[in-house]
């Protein structure tokens, strides 16, 4: 069975300091690795990731996959507010065509951005 | 584009009723899904298809029953409601072609209480 453990589960920060969260991750066949941002509502995508030591980045956000350890993080830098929401973790497998897109989701950190 | 709509939007049961909660997603994506995701939690996945026709079991498929008889529309069905049936719904879709992974996109979920 697919397992994806996120850590930590909750995080409370301070505007402008920067933070690490992390997922590991065990998966049979592995295809890929997301990260999703929730902020009260709908899941939205952060990242993709499929090889490892490729770091992705958008703005602030910025993400790498290690295949060899199973993990990836994902790093926020100077964090505002806005960047409070649940961050969720999720593998899909390479197991088939019919398959290969089913997500596998860890529990997510709540991370809180004070100002 | 709408992208993914999920209605209704919040809906109370009792014990035993039944419901269908709808997704409709425009994008033209052959893959759709439903998840639940109960509080503190990441999401499960309780029922997919690939294509209009077709659909396989995820997770935590017990209690629920899907169809999908269009591209763009995949009903979950709840014949016999439950408590432990209380969790937010999410509807997704996304496109994959053979083996390529394509990021899932979220409707704005249903969130159902059985009392």
């Known amino acids: 069975e697919d397992k994806v453990v996120q850590s930590p589960l909750s995080l409370v920060v301070h505007e402008g300091d920067t933070v690490t969260l992390n997922c590991s991750y065990e998966v049979t066949n592995f295809r890929s690795l997301l990260w999703y941002k929730q902020e009260k509502k709908a899941p939205t995508f952060l990242f993709m990731l499929t090889s490892s030591g490729i770091e992705k980045k958008s703005g602030r956000l910025s993400s790498i996959l290690d295949k060899k350890e199973l993990f990836s993080i994902l790093n926020i830098t100077a964090t505002q507010t806005g960047d409070s929401a649940v961050y969720l973790c999720?593998?899909?497998?390479?197991?088939?065509?019919?398959?290969?897109?089913?997500?596998?989701f860890g529990e997510g950190t709540q991370l809180t951005v004070n100002p | 584009n709408a992208g993914v709509t999920q209605t209704p939007k919040f809906r109370i049961l009792k014990i035993g009723q039944s419901m269908t909660l709808q997704c409709t997603q425009d994008m033209n994506h052959n893959y759709m899904y439903w998840y639940r995701q109960d509080p503190g939690m990441g999401l499960k996945l309780i029922y997919y298809s690939v294509g209009a026709g077709i659909t396989d079991k995820g997770e935590v498929p017990n209690g629920y029953n899907v169809s999908r008889s269009t591209t763009e529309d995949f009903p979950l069905r709840l014949e016999l409601a439950a408590p432990s049936q209380t969790s937010v719904y999410f509807c997704?879709?996304?496109?994959?072609?053979?083996?390529?992974?394509?990021?899932?996109?979220f409707g704005p979920g249903t969130r159902l209480t059985v009392t």
């Open positions: 999720a593998v899909t497998p390479l197991r088939g065509e019919t398959s290969g897109s089913r997500l596998t």
């Open positions: 997704a879709s996304s496109y994959s072609l053979g083996t390529s992974v394509r990021e899932q996109y």
